[in-house]
């Protein structure tokens, strides 16, 4: 034994020899079969953690084994780089947003590289860089040119701690997703980008995304929330020329409507309310529904409140007086504010009808209430059925009914048939200073874009934080006042959200330094879309959704020539450590977090990375084991003193092998089984730790090969090459460090990924079991691929099984070559 395993020695060399050499830059290569892999990027928080390090191993890997797939590999990294914490290091710290991010921009790249990830670093993108945020503002431009960027007045959703909007995505349980604080709504002009109107390719294609996990695509569709309808209108009685519209999908219904339902803002309330004799006691309603939790997703769980309004609509069917209420459950945002009432076939309806004493109508009927009187429901029959009490409708099937009464109201132009989406515009506006300036000037009572050759409009980045809320580019007069055509003008003050930023980096990193546009055409066909992205379920509906509505544009406005931008999506696991006896996901504030630099500097990047892609498949959660670690570490020393006690003597010889006996058959077959087994859990299930028990399995073997006698060197550097180059991706300086000591030049990325031989892989002999009435008793290796007759009289007539059948009458034996014989006996 010569050397030992120095890691720290030998992580360091190949990293300054990947970097020197830019091992792994990628360049366009039209007659190379392209690999896009993509982890999304990180924000620069400051120090990487482990649920980074884990995201970046996986993808590490599969980048690694695509080079040696002999495939034009593309795998870049960079930083989502705007955003709230910069800000907030500012209040605390003193310090410039800028000089905070750069700060922590060059210490994770520190750290990326001691992990030895195998980036292209030239293709490097920070959001904060004016060169990248330039072409997002000028993408903005063109959108608000062809109508796809608007600014209204709305009710938005509002935190106080952060001073900021949220989009609906960013609100939870009523609680702001950074900061857990209370979320308000809050009347304000906001940009807006019509996503919408790409609500319906959205949608058809999730059921295109055949390599995304179904959950991920199950959540964007609920998200997008199509649903067929009709719409119908309910005239005011005061006033004829204005009406109630309606939306239903259970338009069967309609004719059992005894009130109708209104959000606090919908747009009528003055009329609805005027006439009112307790006006006063509805406008103290509005204002007490106001602190009500109004998150449309948990809106269902408040307690249903509602008021009458002191006016009536007059039913389009019936000509029914239908009185109207304010109800805190309804919202404005959300289909057309006002909701036809059912209670005798809707839940929440009946509840409501309850609580203020309305009256139900039952019009459906089917087996399951048909012997029941409305006086005795319990709750809503909301199940389809035939009508009753419905007049011309009587009789009809729920779903011809809808047909039928849709038909009605569309003759009497009094409604019709219609889609509805839950999915709303996206509102970009954020009231932070630390974001992309929004390119847009006000002068006189215009609102109109900067020029795009003005562009980028660029944020002041030396600037003395101040404030500790509100907006900072809203004190920065240089800024803000600037000259237009000689006369005085304003920029806007909002910048853009972060994940406007995130929609589109993969498309730049395919030319990160173009100058001529958004992105240079022929790079982005050539390299999308990504084949791979990796990252956390959590991005399941705003950023993936996002991204894929900008990609659309992109393919729109020319840029690009694909329909979506990642072909397949793997979403990675959480890291979990024990706290008080749980496995729950690390987290500064539980101090069950591990530092990825404090592994590192005790076992290396080689093993960190080893453990993490051993010790759970990728999709699962990763629970942190400081013995796992430990033992990573001792399974790299040992094939590194497996390398280490023949490298000199293999230098010399060659790999023109023979094998001649069953031990260096069983070593030979066992490689070709690795190497399977490895190519296959890498390239089709991403199955990391099971591909690395089998490396592990291999190792064992060569163990036990080299302590014999007379042992065949050629077929042993046979074996230890493969054994570098299918451990490589997973640990790759040391296998680099190996690979040198065995005699090899040049990096390994360059070599290929090894092959199997099928024929080695097909044994003379096989182990089968043998069992007696269903029970295993004995295993035999039998000569490989026997008939069926052959293979039960071998194994019939062994001396074992002869002895086992002793004074035992067969009544029956199931022979299944290659694998069991069962008898069955008295
Ligand atoms: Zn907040």
Same mark, same amino acid.
């Given at each position: 034994?010569?050397?030992?395993?120095?890691?720290?020695?030998?992580?360091?060399?190949?990293?300054?020899?990947?970097?020197?050499?830019?091992?792994?830059?990628?360049?366009?290569?039209?007659?190379?079969?392209?690999?896009?892999?993509?982890?999304?990027?990180?924000?620069?928080?400051?120090?990487?953690?482990?649920?980074?390090?884990?995201?970046?191993?996986?993808?590490?890997?599969?980048?690694?084994?695509?080079?040696?797939?002999?495939?034009?590999?593309?795998?870049?990294?960079?930083?989502?780089?705007?955003?709230?914490?910069?800000?907030?290091?500012?209040?605390?710290?003193?310090?410039?947003?800028?000089?905070?991010?750069?700060?922590?921009?060059?210490?994770?790249?520190?750290?990326?590289?001691?992990?030895?990830?195998?980036?292209?670093?030239?293709?490097?993108?920070?959001?904060?860089?004016?060169?990248?945020?330039?072409?997002?503002?000028?993408?903005?431009?063109?959108?608000?040119?062809?109508?796809?960027?608007?600014?209204?007045?709305?009710?938005?959703?509002?935190?106080?701690?952060?001073?900021?909007?949220?989009?609906?995505?960013?609100?939870?349980?009523?609680?702001?997703?950074?900061?857990?604080?209370?979320?308000?709504?809050?009347?304000?002009?906001?940009?807006?980008?019509?996503?919408?109107?790409?609500?319906?390719?959205?949608?058809?294609?999730?059921?295109?995304?055949?390599?995304?996990?179904?959950?991920?695509?199950?959540?964007?569709?609920?998200?997008?929330?199509?649903?067929?309808?009709?719409?119908?209108?309910?005239?005011?009685?005061?006033?004829?020329?204005?009406?109630?519209?309606?939306?239903?999908?259970?338009?069967?219904?309609?004719?059992?409507?005894?009130?109708?339902?209104?959000?606090?803002?919908?747009?009528?309330?003055?009329?609805?309310?005027?006439?009112?004799?307790?006006?006063?006691?509805?406008?103290?309603?509005?204002?007490?529904?106001?602190?009500?939790?109004?998150?449309?997703?948990?809106?269902?769980?408040?307690?249903?409140?509602?008021?009458?309004?002191?006016?009536?609509?007059?039913?389009?069917?019936?000509?029914?007086?239908?009185?109207?209420?304010?109800?805190?459950?309804?919202?404005?945002?959300? $289909?057309?504010?006002?909701?036809?009432?059912?209670?005798?076939?809707?839940?929440?309806?009946?509840?409501?009808?309850?609580?203020?004493?309305?009256?139900?109508?039952?019009?459906?009927?089917?087996?399951?209430?048909?012997?029941?009187?409305?006086?005795?429901?319990?709750?809503?029959?909301?199940?389809?059925?035939?009508?009753?009490?419905?007049?011309?409708?009587?009789?009809?099937?729920?779903?011809?009914?809808?047909?039928?009464?849709?038909?009605?109201?569309?003759?009497?132009?009094?409604?019709?048939?219609?889609?509805?989406?839950?999915?709303?515009?996206? $509102?970009?506006?954020?009231?932070?200073?630390?974001?992309?300036?929004?390119?847009?000037?006000?002068?006189?009572?215009?609102?109109?874009?900067?020029?795009?050759?003005?562009?980028?409009?660029?944020?002041?980045?030396?600037?003395?934080?101040?404030?500790?809320?509100?907006?900072?580019?809203?004190?920065?007069?240089?800024?803000?006042?600037?000259?237009?055509?000689?006369?005085?003008?304003?920029?806007?003050?909002?910048?853009?959200?972060?994940?406007?930023?995130?929609?589109?980096?993969?498309?730049?990193?395919?030319?990160?330094?173009?100058?001529?546009?958004?992105?240079?055409?022929?790079?982005?066909?050539?390299?999308?879309?990504?084949?791979?992205?990796?990252?956390?379920?959590?991005?399941?509906?705003?950023?993936?959704?996002?991204?894929?509505?900008?990609?659309?544009?992109?393919?729109?406005?020319?840029?690009?020539?694909?329909?979506?931008?990642?072909?397949?999506?793997?979403?990675?696991?959480?890291?979990?450590?024990?706290?008080?006896?749980?496995?729950?996901?690390?987290?500064?504030?539980? $101090?069950?977090?591990?530092?990825?630099?404090?592994?590192?500097?005790?076992?290396?990047?080689?093993?960190?990375?080893?453990?993490?892609?051993?010790?759970?498949?990728?999709?699962?959660?990763?629970?942190?084991?400081?013995?796992?670690?430990?033992?990573?570490?001792?399974?790299?020393?040992?094939?590194?003193?497996?390398?280490?006690?023949?490298?000199?003597?293999?230098?010399?010889?060659?790999?023109?092998?023979?094998?001649?006996?069953?031990?260096?058959?069983?070593?030979?077959?066992?490689?070709?089984?690795?190497?399977?087994?490895?190519?296959?859990?890498?390239?089709?299930?991403?199955?990391?730790?099971?591909?690395?028990?089998?490396?592990?399995?291999?190792?064992?073997?060569?163990?036990?090969?080299?302590?014999?006698?007379?042992?065949?060197?050629?077929?042993?550097?046979?074996?230890?090459?493969?054994?570098?180059?299918?451990?490589?991706?997973?640990?790759?300086?040391?296998?680099?460090?190996?690979?040198?000591?065995?005699?090899?030049?040049?990096?390994?990325?360059?070599?290929?990924?090894?092959?199997?031989?099928?024929?080695?892989?097909?044994?003379?002999?096989?182990?089968?079991?043998?069992?007696?009435?269903?029970?295993?008793?004995?295993?035999?290796?039998?000569?490989?691929?026997?008939?069926?007759?052959?293979?039960?009289?071998?194994?019939?007539?062994?001396?074992?099984?002869?002895?086992?059948?002793?004074?035992?009458?067969?009544?029956?034996?199931?022979?299944?070559?290659?694998?069991?014989?069962?008898?069955?006996?008295?």
């Amino acid at each position: 034994m010569k050397e030992k395993y120095n890691f720290s020695e030998i992580e360091k060399k190949w990293q300054k020899f990947w970097e020197e050499n830019k091992t792994y830059s990628a360049v366009r290569n039209d007659s190379k079969e392209k690999y896009y892999l993509l982890e999304m990027f990180p924000y620069p928080s400051g120090n990487l953690h482990m649920g980074h390090v884990r995201n970046y191993s996986i993808g590490d890997v599969i980048a690694r084994f695509k080079r040696m797939k002999n495939m034009n590999v593309l795998h870049p990294i960079g930083w989502d780089s705007f955003g709230l914490p910069a800000e907030n290091a500012a209040i605390k710290h003193q310090v410039a947003p800028a000089k905070w991010t750069r700060e922590n921009i060059e210490n994770m790249k520190k750290q990326l590289k001691m992990c030895g990830f195998s980036y292209d670093w030239d293709r490097e993108i920070a959001t904060i860089d004016q060169d990248y945020y330039k072409w997002e503002q000028k993408l903005f431009i063109e959108m608000y040119k062809k109508g796809l960027v608007y600014k209204k007045s709305s009710n938005v959703n509002w935190c106080d701690n952060c001073n900021t909007v949220l989009a609906n995505e960013q609100v939870n349980d009523n609680q702001c997703w950074r900061c857990d604080g209370e979320v308000r709504q809050k009347e304000l002009e906001q940009w807006f980008y019509k996503i919408t109107d790409y609500a319906d390719e959205l949608l058809e294609f999730t059921d295109k995304l055949k390599g995304w996990p179904v959950r991920v695509l199950t959540q964007q569709k609920n998200w997008i929330g199509k649903s067929y309808g009709v719409t119908a209108k309910f005239k005011l009685k005061s006033d004829e020329t204005k009406a109630l519209e309606i939306y239903t999908t259970r338009a069967d219904t309609i004719m059992g409507v005894t009130f109708v339902s209104v959000a606090k803002e919908h747009a009528l309330i003055d009329d609805l309310i005027k006439n009112s004799e307790n006006k006063e006691e509805i406008l103290n309603f509005i204002e007490e529904i106001k602190k009500d939790n109004n998150d449309p997703k948990e809106i269902e769980k408040n307690e249903k409140k509602g008021i009458f309004t002191g006016s009536y609509v007059i039913h389009p069917i019936t000509k029914e007086e239908i009185p109207v209420y304010i109800a805190n459950f309804v919202l404005a945002s959300y $289909g057309t504010g006002a909701v036809m009432a059912v209670p005798a076939h809707d839940q929440r309806d009946f509840e409501f009808a309850k609580k203020y004493n309305i009256k139900i109508k039952e019009v459906i009927k089917s087996k399951e209430n048909k012997d029941i009187d409305i006086e005795d429901y319990k709750e809503a029959f909301v199940e389809k059925g035939v009508l009753v009490n419905s007049d011309i409708f009587d009789g009809l099937k729920s779903k011809e009914a809808i047909n039928k009464i849709a038909f009605w109201l569309k003759e009497h132009n009094l409604g019709e048939k219609s889609v509805q989406y839950k999915l709303r515009d996206w $509102g970009i506006s954020r009231q932070r200073y630390w974001g992309a300036p929004i390119p847009m000037i006000y002068q006189d009572d215009k609102v109109f874009p900067e020029k795009i050759e003005n562009l980028p409009v660029v944020l002041p980045t030396e600037v003395e934080y101040k404030i500790s809320s509100g907006n900072l580019l809203d004190t920065l007069e240089d800024f803000i006042n600037i000259e237009v055509d000689g006369k005085s003008a304003k920029r806007e003050t909002d910048t853009f959200d972060t994940f406007n930023e995130s929609s589109w980096y993969y498309a730049r990193y395919t030319s990160p330094k173009f100058k001529g546009d958004i992105i240079d055409s022929k790079e982005a066909n050539y390299w999308l879309p990504v084949d791979q992205y990796i990252g956390g379920i959590e991005h399941a509906v705003m950023h993936l959704l996002y991204a894929r509505f900008f990609h659309k544009v992109l393919r729109d406005f020319g840029y690009l020539n694909s329909d979506e931008p990642f072909t397949n999506l793997l979403t990675q696991g959480m890291v979990t450590k024990e706290h008080n006896g749980r496995a729950v996901k690390m987290s500064k504030s539980l $101090g069950n977090t591990v530092d990825p630099n404090e592994i590192i500097a005790n076992f290396g990047a080689d093993t960190a990375r080893l453990f993490i892609l051993f010790a759970a498949p990728p999709e699962r959660e990763l629970d942190w084991s400081d013995a796992g670690v430990e033992g990573s570490f001792r399974f790299l020393n040992r094939v590194f003193r497996l390398v280490d006690q023949f490298a000199e003597e293999l230098q010399t010889v060659d790999t023109n092998f023979k094998v001649e006996t069953e031990e260096e058959k069983d070593l030979l077959y066992i490689l070709n089984h690795t190497i399977k087994k490895v190519t296959e859990d890498i390239g089709d299930r991403f199955t990391f730790n099971t591909a690395i028990s089998s490396i592990m399995e291999m190792v064992n073997e060569i163990y036990k090969y080299k302590e014999k006698e007379n042992i065949n060197k050629q077929l042993l550097k046979h074996i230890i090459e493969n054994l570098i180059l299918v451990l490589s991706p997973f640990t790759p300086h040391i296998c680099e460090e190996m690979w040198q000591m065995i005699g090899k030049t040049g990096d390994l990325a360059s070599i290929s990924w090894p092959t199997y031989d099928e024929k080695a892989l097909v044994r003379d002999t096989v182990e089968i079991v043998v069992q007696l009435n269903g029970k295993v008793k004995e295993k035999l290796m039998v000569e490989n691929n026997m008939d069926k007759a052959t293979f039960e009289k071998t194994v019939l007539e062994n001396e074992k099984i002869q002895k086992l059948l002793e004074n035992k009458e067969i009544i029956k034996v199931i022979a299944v070559p290659n694998k069991l014989l069962n008898v069955v006996v008295k």
